[in-house]
């Protein structure tokens, strides 16, 4: 199978996978952002921070986002750890993070023994306007490698991606654009193995199974590994998103 999925808390999962097996840990952690100060961060739900109050969906929230800074710091090291000591050498890590915490997710990256190679900006056209300042309409993606980049490999990545969030079809509420993912798993070789400690509804997965890429993912919320399941079982079958989107995971929150 091409793919496999573990419901559960990702610290436990990854202790549990052997040594240097991973070519890329590709994950979009749960922030622990979205507020202006300690208490709005830590007492809203995710739900509450990442999407406003006129939104016209009713998206499932998703648990682990409500750390402060310091212990979010410390959470993502461990995490980052973990993948590292399952990562091959010249393997790549890239996780996604917003403007407040990317000063946290670098140096978690750096603290776990991955060399911080970059950011790259995620650019969202479709985003609010902010009155009187600037808008925000960018996420970062930091990266990094084990050692070195594999430079025999003739690839040649993008150094940003602009794409909206989806809206058709969207089943989670920070679903990552598949088109960008789509670039992102290129990072590791054809037939390598993907991770994503923080699977959400699959987009990751679903993407390194359409490049020909193998896939770990592991997702806590039992409502987000249901669907991520529908979703990789969809793509690994040959089915369309559409054909996903139609039969549906059901609301098993
Ligand atoms: C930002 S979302 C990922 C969204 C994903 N990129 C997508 O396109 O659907 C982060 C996910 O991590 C999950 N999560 C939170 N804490 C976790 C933990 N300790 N272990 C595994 N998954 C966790 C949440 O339930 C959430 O679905």
């Known amino acids: 199978m091409p793919y496999t999925l573990h419901r559960g808390d990702a610290r436990t999962v990854l202790a549990g996978l ?33 999407t406003s109050g ?33 990562a091959k050498k010249h393997a790549v890590a890239v996780v996604f993070t917003d403007w407040r915490q990317e000063p946290c997710t670098t140096d978690a990256l750096q603290m776990a023994g991955w060399t911080w190679s970059g950011t790259l900006p995620w650019i969202k056209p479709a985003s609010r306007p902010r009155k009187g300042g600037f808008k ?36 989670h509420i ?16 054809p037939g390598g193995t993907v991770l994503d400690p923080f699977t959400g509804s699959g987009t990751t997965g679903v993407a390194a199974l359409r490049e020909g890429r193998q896939f770990i993912g592991v997702e806590l919320s039992d409502h987000y590994a249901t669907i991520a399941e529908a979703r990789l079982n969809a793509e690994e079958n040959g089915l369309t998103q559409d054909d996903f989107i139609l039969a549906g995971p059901g609301d098993t929150a």
């Open 54 to 86: 006129d939104a016209g969906h009713t998206l499932a929230n998703f648990p682990g986002d409500n750390r402060d800074q310091r212990s979010y710091t410390r959470w993502l090291t461990e995490l980052l750890t973990e993948s590292y000591r399952a």
């Open 174 to 189: 920070t679903q990552k654009p598949i088109e960008v993912m789509r670039e992102i798993v290129q990072i590791a070789p």
């Open 18 to 50: 052997p040594d240097g097996i991973i070519d890329a840990v590709i994950t979009d952690p749960p922030y622990n952002s979205g507020g202006r100060t300690s208490a709005e961060r830590t007492t809203k739900t995710a739900r509450a921070k990442y």
């Open 136 to 171: 925000q309409s960018s996420e970062f993606i930091v990266w990094g490698v084990k050692e070195s980049l594999d430079r025999s490999r003739a690839i040649y990545l993008p150094g940003h991606f602009i794409a909206s969030q989806p809206r058709k079809g969207r089943v």
